[in-house]
Each structure stands twice: as structure tokens, then as C-alpha cells.
């Protein structure tokens, strides 16, 4: 599982309250990455990271931010959740030297917001 | 750009009979392409990429860059492959681009 842990694994929200989502990793990978999977859609991007506080986005970002202050942890902040943001959200991490190298995922966490 | 192509979002065969899910894709440079495989309500595992040439579970891909696809194979489905899989892409931008997946059934 490349030493990647989400939490929460599961939260239930309401519409207008912030969330914040945390991906840690034990293996010192240089890139980290945020997913949101929704049926149909398969996996979008929504932001990553290529370093401590080196972030950009992916092409779902909006309504999303994220935070890398350290290596090992790349937290996701939904500001105010909205329904559309009820999604699984998966975080990877990038290894190798290969730029179009392999991504490993954590369990995911399964948002709802009311 | 990069773009991933499946164009099956459900596949289903019987136990036994061989299974191909289908991944084209375009990129103008150099792909690294993978296929990834999801449990029911598990994390996305590697499964295969197109470097190492291997079989994994029984699986086989092989790159074909005039048709730019590659497909996925088994030759004998097996119940416990019903599962989500993911074509994906990567190219020289550090990011995967993921096909929207195929959802393979295996029925007894």
C-alpha cells in the first residue's frame, strides 16, 4: 500500500461547513496527488504536489485548496462543501523517477455532504 | 494533451471465457501507460505497465503505438476479477490521466 494512509475514511457534513481531508505517507515521495472518483467520471485531478509548499491544480480545482507543509502529510480543504463535492477522494503518491511514472493510492474517504 | 479512451463502462462475461477491455489513447511524445484494477469499495492497485511486459493475476497488455491502444487480456476470466479498471496514462507533466473505467462482471 506504499505507506499511505487517508483520514477521516468516512465523514458526513453539511452544506457550508469546511472539511479538511489528511493523506500521510511514511516513504518520503517528493509527489503527492488529490482525486475526487464519481460514477462516470473516473478519477479527476484536483490538485497535487511536487514538493513542501510547492502545490497546483488539476482540472477540477475549484472550490478546493490544499496544504503541504510537510513531506508526509497533503491536506485537502473543501472551504465550504457543497452537495457536488460528495464524492470518494483519493490521494497518491508518485514513485520512481519517471515522469509519467506510476501513482500508488491510499483507502480513500468517502465524503457526504447534506 | 493527453487522453484516455474506454469505451466499454460495462463488460460482462461468463466464468471461463477470455476477456479484452479495450484502452486507446492520445499523446504526442513517449507514453508510460498502466492499468489499474478496483475492488468493490477498495483503493486503486497497480496492475500491469507497459514497460515491464508482465502478467499479473493472468492479465497480459501490450502497447501497440500504430493503433495507440492498449488493451487488457485475460485468456480465462475468473469470478474474483469482476471488478473497476482503469486505463492510465502518463506522460512527461509528472500527472496520470485516467480513463473513466470499465466495470468487468464475471458471472458463474
Known amino acids: 500500500d506504499a505507506g499511505i494512509t487517508q483520514s477521516p475514511r468516512h465523514k458526513v457534513t453539511e452544506t457550508g461547513t469546511p472539511v479538511t481531508l489528511r493523506c500521510h505517507q511514511t516513504?518520503?515521495?517528493?509527489?503527492m496527488y488529490w482525486y475526487r472518483q464519481d460514477p462516470g467520471h473516473g478519477l479527476r485531478l484536483i490538485h497535487y504536489s511536487y514538493g513542501v509548499k510547492d502545490t497546483d491544480k488539476g482540472e477540477v480545482s475549484d472550490g478546493y485548496s490544499v496544504s503541504r507543509s510537510k513531506t508526509e502529510d497533503f491536506l485537502l480543504t473543501l472551504e465550504s462543501a457543497t452537495s457536488s463535492q460528495t464524492s470518494v477522494y483519493f490521494c497518491?503518491?508518485?514513485?520512481?523517477?519517471?515522469?509519467?511514472?506510476?501513482?500508488?493510492f491510499g483507502p480513500g474517504t468517502r465524503l457526504t455532504v447534506l | 494533451a493527453q487522453r484516455v479512451t474506454q469505451p466499454e463502462k460495462l463488460l460482462s462475461v461468463f466464468k471461463g471465457a477470455p476477456v479484452e477491455l479495450k484502452c486507446n489513447y492520445s499523446y504526442s511524445g513517449s507514453p508510460e501507460l498502466f492499468w489499474y484494477v478496483q475492488y468493490s469499495r477498495q483503493r486503486l492497485q497497480l496492475l500491469l505497465r507497459?514497460?515491464s511486459r508482465e502478467s499479473i493475476k493472468g492479465f497480459t497488455a501490450d502497447l501497440n503505438k500504430g493503433e495507440t491502444s492498449f488493451h487488457l487480456k485475460k485468456p480465462f476470466a475468473q469470478e474474483e476479477d469482476s471488478a473497476m479498471y482503469y486505463c492510465a496514462l502518463g506522460g512527461s507533466n509528472y500527472k496520470l490521466t485516467f480513463g473513466k473505467g470499465t466495470l468487468l462482471t464475471v458471472n458463474p
Open positions: 497518491a503518491i508518485r514513485a520512481g523517477t519517471s515522469p509519467g511514472g506510476a501513482q500508488y
Open positions: 507497459h514497460i
Open positions: 516513504e518520503n515521495h517528493r509527489y
